[in-house]
């Protein structure tokens, strides 16, 4: 090869890399956000946000917020909206609470007829939503209504947990089966690495399958680039997560591993599913989904039964976190979960979203509610700050459209 084919060859190689990441400009720029806020915070707490028990803290904190972010994304996705998730999380725990407690059923059972609950709900609003074609913003307007009467009905006096067993879902870690490797937690190291492994070789398995079908793969430069910061900030999650706890447990919290599955098993379902290919598409163009013969109405409905089934795993997971059911539980975790997904890229208009995005969105709003709680900032001024950082989300989402057409 002569030279100069080498340097149009290295010209041509850099400007794709700098137009894959141009074309990716909102998707990288929500990570490098949360990169910048949760090192800024870190300078204004004195390093207290990412000691390792801050960080489980933060995990254990706003897991509901990504697991009803899970399901909100592809609602919005498809141009719909719940209001009733906030409702339902008070409504599931006082249902769980009272099978437990009053009804003196197992656990486990309890859960289990839960999530059930769960299901019911989502048939219900989705019924309503698809086969009779009321708007899913109001369908759910009254479900945050009648859900909340009913959470205030079932539980107007506050239900404590007795169980350990339960609560121990929220606040107990995996049991360290490998014991410790110095100060830190033997099993999280080897998870740690099982998931950089995992990364890198999903991506390399991604560009072969883009060759495969004839397509230009985005630059290995970017590929490598992507691999090795994803190793560093899993490296140095695995690294809080291994020191973390006390001499008796400490490691993976069960709430992570929870929200870990859901994330992994919903964006499986929305990215390589025939379902996940139909809510794009009746997002991005609901009549032409139709003409090229997509049940819309099937989608609709079962997207409705997904968000009540993770609005009672949210619930579950709130009532094991407060040890106790009250009919305020729950409130406005629905602004909490839209905002997530809003601020992690999904478009207001429909049609564009992912999961890892809103998973992002929930971290940063997370960090931000953290990171100002601990510098004794007042509840009010976290809401306000809350509230621009949405519409500030927002209006880069709307502006960068209007570039691109």
Known sequence: MSAATATSAQKKEKVSLLATIGNNARQYGIVGALLVIVIAFEILTGGVLLKPNSFVSLIQQNAYVIILAIGMVMVIIATHIDLSVGSLVAFIGGVCALLMERAGMN???AILLSLI????????????VAYVGI???ITTLAGMLMFRGLATVIVGESVPITSNAFRGIARDYLPNIL???GPFDGLTLVVGV???VGYAFSQLRKRKRVEKVGLVPEPMNLTILKIVLAAVVIAFVTYLLASSGNAEQGGIPIMLVIVGVLVLAYNFILTRTVFGRHVYAVGGNRKAAILSGINTKRVDFLLFVHMGFLSAVAAVCMLSRLASATAQAGMEFEMDAIAACFIGGTAVTGGIGTIPGAVVGAFVMGVINQGLSIMGVDTAVVKTIKGLVLLLA???DIMS?????
Do not use: D, E
């Open 194 to 196: 099982l998931c950089i």
């Open 107 to 109: 656990w486990m059972l």
């Open 401 to 405: 459209k209007r570039k691109k057409s």
């Open 117 to 128: 609950v769960g299901l019911i709900v989502g048939v219900w609003q989705g019924f309503w």
């Open 179 to 181: 014991g410790f490797w």
């Open 135 to 137: 708007p899913g913003f």
């Open 394 to 396: 927002v209006a880069v």
